[in-house]
């Protein structure tokens, strides 16, 4: 059984960092990339980051690049973001997503027609 396990998030203030978990299990972690993904009410999920944990090649929404940095442990099974310089406008539930097969949107960040399973979300909420 697949399972994605987000842990992490939090309240801070604009300025602030997080470190978000997805502890993964049920599949091969190394022939899959895993996404973190984010939505707030009314909007669209965006596409956040990706790392392929095959040959840890990162990608990043135009946005959060310089400031947020994906990266895995093996070891673990377990993808982070880490989230730096955190603003009002990355409040949002995040989700990590597995994928087999990743396409980046123009924007950078990952496409979310690529995930297979998804995980339940854990909250960000940046205090102006």
């Known amino acids: 059984e697949v399972q994605l396990v987000e842990s992490g998030g939090g309240l801070v203030q604009t300025g602030g960092s997080l470190r978000l978990s997805c502890a993964a299990s049920g599949f091969a972690f190394d022939d899959y990339s895993i996404g973190w993904f984010r939505q707030t009410p009314g909007k669209e999920r965006e596409g956040v980051s990706a790392?392929?944990?095959?040959?840890?090649?990162?990608y990043y929404l135009d946005s959060v690049k310089g400031r947020f940095t994906i990266s895995n442990d093996k070891s673990k099974n377990t993808v982070y973001l880490q989230m730096n310089n955190l603003k009002p406008e990355d409040t949002a539930t995040y989700c990590c997503g597995d994928m087999w097969s990743l396409a980046i949107s123009a924007s950078g960040g990952p496409n979310q027609d690529g995930v297979d399973y998804w995980g339940d979300g854990t909250v960000v909420t940046v205090s102006s």
């Open positions: 790392i392929h944990n095959g040959d840890g090649a990162t």
